[in-house]
């Protein structure tokens, strides 16, 4: 796809992976708004601007001609960009909304598509690169570039610190989503994205499955729930070990990242010829008290597909639990999409 159309303003910016160990996985934030009305531009003017936002990886293309740059062994990392709405003019960034898109590691780009009013021009973008895996690569830099590319004259500057990315990632799964950003972007998934499962449900606390690729798996992120309500009504002694659980994860081709890092796994059924393994991850939770991220599940090679997610209570009254429909070891193939009921896409949990 060409984007360099005649007349377009465009600048790149570098930026880079987090490290594979590092638990912050957003290293550059950047702010984009739009310029006003100018002098000389008497009359009627176009007041939308329409901005790419695009990620763009390295490949090996020019090693052979002699690019040191592109001799360095570089596997493509899974990446997705999050774009929030900044409210408040402080120096503490603050987002009304967030929304986004993920892409995997399908592909080594990967853009989404926004639009802009001019005539707003203190309404203000945040643009997020985030990436859960980490590249296989000898590149220790592990760069990549995020190009910015519009049809009218755009303010862009590096933010010269990042938001705060547990409640940025609350709100992408939970809050309002961003209007400019709906429906557009590279993922083959678009318009399908964040769709939502209830892997365990009490009267205390639930926990979420949210497919940010849909069916297809490639990034999952599994997300606990809490009702602050009742929880604060609860006796100090019993709040201590009442939201305690394991979460067992199989999976092919993919790697899981808590607040720990990267989890270790055990291999279950070993696979054919070319195929990745079967792996599982096993996770315990004990003394939880907030809602958080708990894991993100992201695909790790070519061949993935993701499998069941399984919550079991840590105490006697289990019973009381119901599982989601995440019981069969395998519950997705790769590249099939169940489309979600009403019920799931209305999920907003107005309680917790």
Known sequence: VVLAFKGNHAKSFDSNFPAKKSTHRCSRAFELSAVGQ???????????????VMIIQKT????????????????????????????????????????GRFFGMSSRNGHLRLIMNRSQPGKRL????????????????????????SDAPLLVRELP???????????????RQVVSLSNAGTSQHRGTQGTRVVLLDTSLFKIMRIDCLAGGGGTVLVYLIVDDDKFSQLDPSKQVESISFSIEVNCR????????GLETHVVVSKGKKFEASWRRFSLSYSKESKSRLLAAVVQGGQDFQMGSVKCILLKQDAQSAASGPMSKFVSSKK????KPSAEERKCRFANY
């Open 335 to 338: 590249g099939v999409h169940v």
């Open 161 to 175: 610190k990042i938001p705060q990315m547990n409640k940025v990632l609350q709100q992408y799964c939970f809050g």
């Open 253 to 260: 081709g993919m790697a899981c990242r808590t607040t720990e």
């Open 60 to 99: 090996k293309r020019g090693a052979s001609l002699g690019r040191a740059d592109r001799k360095v062994s570089y596997k493509a990392c899974d990446v997705g960009i999050l774009v929030g709405e900044r409210g408040g003019d402080n120096d503490e960034v603050k987002l009304d909304a967030v929304d």
């Open 38 to 52: 100018q002098p000389g531009e008497e009359g009627s003017y176009n007041e939308t601007v329409e901005v790419y």
């Open 126 to 149: 945040i643009i997020m690169p985030v990436s859960f895996g980490h590249p296989s690569a000898t590149d220790e830099e592990r760069s990549f570039v995020v190009r910015v590319v």
